[in-house]
């Protein structure tokens, strides 16, 4: 099993430009989360999809939109990029549907450079 | 003020010292979580407890709910436990991260 995967591991955009961050897990969890890491700041989380079907917005949502495709893959998107959104982004999933007492399963990070 | 406050922010240790880190939080939760980031960014759960004491191999972490204190203790530390600890909090709606622990763990 591959647990959780991210694409891509990294990636520069100029201000402005979109993009999408693809996350997959192959557990069969119904839970998947969308956290942003920053120097001197925990882990935030951005968006969660609680069961398929199903988002919700998180601590910093703005500037996110996020779809869950189907049970496996939960996507971010960043529609006009900026500099402030310069970060790196972990996907995780938990065997839910949503409990915030369930251990969570993160996948490896995307590092994102906004120029 | 942070909601979940961890010290020391930076620790170094020499091999099979006896390692504690800690972690406080200001909110009523209803489980803490100890995470480990591996120096490439991986992020791997270790610990999700509510009362008492839980054990891992080398690892144990403690809670003290009256006290809204926890401590992670690596026992007979190795280079390989070189990485940044990170304390979270759960109460019924959201998981509320620390800033973690940066470990160095020297031969």
């Known amino acids: 099993n591959a647990g959780v995967t991210q694409t891509p591991k990294f990636q520069v955009l100029k201000t402005g430009q979109s993009m999408t961050l693809q996350c997959a897990q192959d557990m069969n969890h119904n839970s998947m989360y969308w956290y942003r890491q920053d120097p001197g700041m925990g882990l935030r989380l951005i968006y969660y999809s609680a069961s398929e079907g199903t988002t919700d917005k998180g601590e910093v949502p703005n500037g996110y939109n996020v779809s869950r495709l189907n049970k496996r893959e939960f996507s971010l998107r960043l529609e006009s990029a900026a500099p402030s959104q310069t970060s790196v982004y972990f996907c995780?999933?938990?065997?839910?549907?949503?409990?915030?007492?369930?251990?969570?399963?993160f996948g490896p990070g995307t590092r994102l450079l906004v120029l | 003020k942070n909601e979940v406050e961890q010290s020391p922010q930076n620790l170094t240790a020499q091999e099979g010292e006896f390692i504690t880190i800690n972690c406080s939080y200001s909110v009523g939760i209803s489980a803490l979580h100890w995470l480990q980031q591996h120096p490439g960014g991986g992020i791997v759960s270790l610990f999700m407890?509510?009362?008492g004491k839980k054990k891992h191999g080398r690892l144990i972490a403690t809670i003290n709910i009256q006290e809204k204190h926890s401590s992670l203790h690596i026992t007979a530390s190795h280079p390989r436990d070189s990485a940044v600890y990170i304390c979270?909090?759960?109460?019924?709606?959201?998981?509320?991260f620390g800033e973690g622990t940066q470990l160095t763990v020297n031969p």
């Open positions: 979270a909090v759960s109460d019924r709606s959201r998981l509320t």
């Open positions: 407890l509510s009362s």
């Open positions: 995780a999933s938990s065997e839910g549907p949503y409990t915030i007492q369930e251990t969570q399963y």
